[in-house]
């Protein structure tokens, strides 16, 4: 669908009474050079313009309508338009999908009415394009025009109210456009987002998204960005009901819909705010620096107590700070002399304040060492009582230091209050942004490098998604489901399925002691004392099999898995939006209470089980925690990969899969599969 009017008219026609006409009224405040058509039955003027009474009567074909009529006159009105060959239009009335069946039979017939003629809406604000100076917004708003020839970023909200927040921040980043997509009737965010991508004049996209209209166009939408060099953010709110088939396995509980759209976004390289402040600082550092390289920060202040701030801010989070080399550090002391300790981050004390040569010296010095930001943490002086002289020294001492080695630079800014608005701007002509917040400005560079870091990668493939399912589901037993597994290489134990205690002695001298016996067709055996472990002769097979088999009419035997180092939980369950999903975390039945695991979508490449499993809580026991035995971690990517494979070829019937645990064995010596659990649905 062609947008290029819509987005970007040349005409606009301004349907309707009162909101109507704070659209004209906005446009003609913002310096809109094109015509503006107000259409009222009754009213003659509006804003000193003529005013037309329907669509019919228009002295031209608009590009833009906005329509601020109520919900039933709506659709009426894009009828009109889209008779006439109008190039899109905002539909501002609520009442539709979200309110009743009338609402939604209203929706279709709008639609309908819409034709091959782009709507945004219902139930919406609308645009403001400030590169053109072009709004359908019926409402005050706070941005101002986008000066010719510079850039700025795009914003698109499932919100209208929080879009005119947007709007208000004071925080310096320039706005090129404020999109609110209501119900997305018939276009979504994602088709819009594509088509403010490719304007030259937008810099970096914010989208604020209460739920995903589309996993494939959102997938598209992140191969456009990555060629095109514009960085995504995206702030997820709110918690969409998560439709699993069935909740009899340890996966299901912690694949959260909050964990499985992460790993969405995650996989396919946009950025992920958890606030409105992050959102915004990290559409301002994207704006001016990009996606950065990699995690690696300095940062200069002339406090202690903010250098030690800095330095915990970092604690915990992937940007760091590395200690300076040696000729670094030489080169910082002789700048600042022999009283100042020199180290990252960097309390360069007072001595060289505001000695213009003294202070690019030092900062030069400290920003050599290709760091991916660096940091000036500086607070201005309240500008109605202080004079800020000696303050602007250090920002020309910085910017030449930056200049000089090619390096990235901001300012931390520890209150937002203190700095202007203008100050910002300014400094960002300069080739330096300035984020609010230690705590803002360390997420924003974590974002920052996380999308620089994702882009690097070979692109994702979509995520799998196989079809709608019924309501009837068998469940395996574990020796079935093992069967499954194996047949795919996936490592299982050497086992059997007896029914007498006879049998199980038979089947322990055959496979060798010590043995585990478990009830078979019991979900959870740990709750319910239906698994023996570490039994190490006939006598104690034969009391443990008589126990269990009046628990169930089988027993499943298997070799007991020593030189074991950890243990890992491998599970995938059925997500209705985004398909098959992959969670991998610490194994046994501590999984739930420490939520140590990651979410992955399916197919997941063999990075991305490696890089998961070393983000866990229990990596440190893969690595020979305190002088033991590494564990076999490449046969546990290998089993993951396995399991994997046997989801997929079983795409269309699994509903739940898990392992758990996962034993890995020190590291040579492999891993098993010690319990499974697959839910299939029926043929």
């Excluded at 590009?63 to 060959?85: C, M, P, Q, W, Y």
């Excluded at 510079?150 to 925080?171: D, E, P, Y």
């Excluded at 606030?275 to 200069?300: A, D, T, W």
Aim: aromatic share 6%; glycine share 8%.
């Amino acid at each position: 669908m062609k947008l290029e009017r819509l987005l970007r008219p040349k005409s606009i026609a301004a349907i309707g009474g009162l909101a109507a006409s704070r659209v004209v009224e906005q446009c003609q405040l913002m310096g809109f050079e094109g015509d503006i058509w107000p259409v009222h039955p009754s009213k003659t003027e509006v804003g000193g313009l003529p005013v037309y009474a329907s669509v019919e009567d228009l002295p031209g074909v608009p590009d833009a309508a906005f329509i601020g009529v109520n919900r039933h006159l709506t659709v009426e009105v894009v009828k009109s338009l889209n008779a006439i060959g109008a190039g899109g239009a905002v539909c501002y009335a609520a009442g539709f999908l979200e309110f009743d069946d009338t609402g939604r039979q209203l929706q279709s017939d709008l639609i309908e009415a819409a034709g091959d003629m782009p709507i945004v809406g219902p139930n919406c604000y609308g645009l403001i394009n400030y590169a053109d100076g072009a709004l359908l917004w019926p409402d005050q708003q706070g941005g101002r025009r986008l000066p010719e020839g510079q850039t700025g970023v795009a914003i698109l909200t499932q919100s209208s109210n929080i879009a005119v927040n947007f709007t208000m921040q004071r925080r310096g980043l320039p706005l090129a456009y404020i999109l609110t997509v209501g119900n997305q009737a018939q276009l979504g965010m994602s088709e819009l987002a594509l088509s403010i991508l490719d304007d030259p004049r937008v810099s970096a996209l914010g989208l604020y998204i209460e739920g995903f209209d589309s996993v494939d166009a959102m997938e598209t939408l992140a191969r456009r960005a990555k060629a095109l060099a514009k960085p995504i953010v995206v702030f997820k709110v709110g918690k969409s009901e998560q439709a699993q088939a069935t909740t009899l396995s340890h996966t299901a509980s912690l694949a959260g819909s909050q964990a499985v759209a992460s790993a969405f976004l995650k996989r396919n390289g946009f950025g992920q705010a958890n606030s409105i402040p992050v959102f915004l600082e990290s559409l301002k550092m994207l704006h001016l620096h990009g996606p950065l390289n990699g995690y690696r920060i300095s940062s200069m202040s002339c406090s202690g107590g903010e250098a030690s701030i800095m330095a915990d801010t970092a604690v915990g989070r992937k940007v760091f700070f590395p200690p300076l080399d040696q000729a670094q550090k030489l080169a910082v002391q002789d700048a600042l002399g022999p009283l100042v300790r020199i180290s990252n981050p960097l309390d360069y004390h007072t001595y060289c304040w505001g000695n213009s040569e003294i202070m690019t010296a030092a900062y030069s010095a400290m920003v050599s060492n290709h760091f991916d930001m660096n940091f000036l943490v500086l607070d201005f002086p309240h500008s109605e009582r202080c004079d800020d002289t000696e303050w602007m020294i250090a920002i020309d001492a910085f910017e030449a230091a930056l200049k000089a080695n090619n390096a990235k630079g901001a300012l931390a800014v520890s209150m937002s209050e203190n700095i202007s608005e203008s100050y910002t701007e300014a400094f960002i002509e300069r080739g330096i942004v300035s984020l609010y917040g230690f705590d803002e400005a360390l997420r924003a560079t974590e974002i920052a490098a996380d999308i620089g870091v994702s882009w690097r990668k070979q692109a994702p493939e979509p995520v799998l998604k196989p079809g709608s399912i019924g309501s009837k589901k068998t469940t395996l037993d574990e020796a079935s489901a093992k069967q499954k597994l194996a047949a795919y290489q996936v490592p299982v134990p050497a086992s059997g399925c007896v029914n007498s205690s006879q049998a199980a002695v038979e089947l322990a001298e055959s496979i060798g002691y010590p043995v585990v016996l478990k009830a078979l067709g019991i979900a959870h055996k740990t709750e319910q004392n239906a698994v023996r472990l570490n039994v190490q002769s006939a006598d104690q097979v034969k009391m443990a099999a008589d126990e269990l088999l009046r628990l169930s009419g089988r027993v499943y035997l298997e070799a007991m898995i020593e030189s074991v180092v950890a243990e890992l939980i491998v599970g995938i369950t059925r997500d209705t939006q985004f398909g098959l999903v992959l969670t991998i975390g610490s194994g046994g039945i501590l999984v739930e209470i420490m939520e140590d695991c990651r979410t992955l979508l399916i197919p997941a490449s063999r990075s991305d089980i490696e890089d998961a499993l070393a983000e866990l809580k229990s990596a440190p026991l893969f690595a020979g925690y305190r002088g033991k035995a590494k564990a076999d971690i490449s046969a546990a990517i290998d089993a993951i990969l396995a399991i994997q494979q046997f989801a997929i070829a079983e795409s269309e019937r699994l509903l739940e899969l898990d392992v758990n645990p996962l034993l890995l064995c020190e590291k040579g010596k492999g891993v098993f599969a010690a319990d499974a659990l697959i839910v299939l649905q029926e043929d």
